[in-house]
């Protein structure tokens, strides 16, 4: 089933991702309309997560933002499928990285975590590796497909990109770690750990919540470089991306430090274009479950 599936959809996604840009985004448009308008998918969880991070919000605000994410949720998806046909340079046309020297300055000296949110384009974050010399990673979600995930990894290692999962990833930077292999890895890192799992809890968007920090953890174990990934939506289609250092040496942080570092640019980023943000994860779900036991504050 798996490979009829496969076989059924990719042309179909294939002849989208090869559209010329009027006919590629206006695909968009309708797709908007079905998600937001007729399915309503999962407009409740958006209301709610939206009301509850701005509280002070009028609502016609709330309403703007809301309808302005879904217009850019469905171009995010369609933008994903436009990776099977996007070249090095026509990528980079799209999704311009204003300072790569800052990555190519800190690799001659140590393998680098990118941290970055579900925001704007997180899918196109993965051609960062393109600007650099060392061994690129990303982190991601395998596909249950096997079919399309082998897809999905052919794709990304035309851009200088090996796909890892979560469960891979610690391993994977430990033993590059051990073996002096320079390398860059990417994180998407604002997601939500299971409650009963969680080491570190905080505010995130003024609210107290599980924090994921894996990635801190590794860069204090090996001393690596951590930088936060701030990309902005310049218009449609085309996205603009910042590196901001967080800590160059891991090693000589506090414990928390990187985390918080990472939320405080994550919140800014939400606040100043919050409908740029991916609010259909329930990411505050946890808020009222924190275990006294245990968690530290």
Not at 269 to 292: D, F, G, M, S
Request: hydrophobic share 40%.
């Amino acid at each position: 089933m798996q490979l009829l599936a496969f076989v059924l959809i990719y042309p179909f996604l294939w002849v989208i991702s090869i559209l010329p840009h009027r006919l590629f985004y206006g695909f968009s448009d309708i797709a908007f309309f079905f998600v937001y308008h007729v399915f309503g998918y999962r407009r409740k969880v958006v209301q709610n997560n939206l009301n509850l991070v701005f509280p002070n919000k009028p609502e016609e605000e709330i309403n703007r933002i809301e309808k302005e994410f879904y217009k850019h949720l469905c171009d995010t998806f369609l933008e994903m499928v436009k990776t099977m046909n996007l070249s090095k340079k026509a990528v980079a046309k799209k999704y311009r990285v204003v300072n790569p020297e800052v990555l190519l300055e800190i690799e001659k000296e140590r393998s680098i975590i990118i941290l970055c949110a579900h925001y704007a384009n997180w899918e196109w974050n993965v051609s960062i590796n393109n600007y650099v010399n060392s061994k690129g990673y990303a982190v991601y979600q395998q596909v249950n497909n096997s079919y399309f995930d082998k897809f999905i990894r052919k794709t990304r290692a035309r851009w200088n990109t090996t796909l890892i999962t979560q469960g891979q990833t610690a391993k994977t930077v430990i033993q590059n770690f051990r073996n002096n292999v320079r390398a860059t890895y990417g994180m998407v890192s604002d997601q939500s750990p299971q409650a009963h799992r969680a080491h570190y809890w905080t505010n995130f968007m003024g609210i107290k919540v599980p924090i994921f920090n894996g990635g801190e953890a590794l860069a204090r174990k090996t001393g690596l470089a951590t930088v936060f990934l701030k990309v902005s939506k310049v218009k449609r289609g085309h996205y603009k991306a910042e590196l901001i250092p967080i800590a160059l040496n891991g090693k000589e942080t506090k414990e928390n430090e990187i985390t918080n570092k990472f939320l405080q640019l994550t919140e800014a980023q939400i606040r100043e274009k919050p409908e740029y943000y991916l609010w259909t994860h329930k990411r505050w779900k946890h808020r009222n479950k924190k275990p006294a036991a245990f968690a530290k504050t």
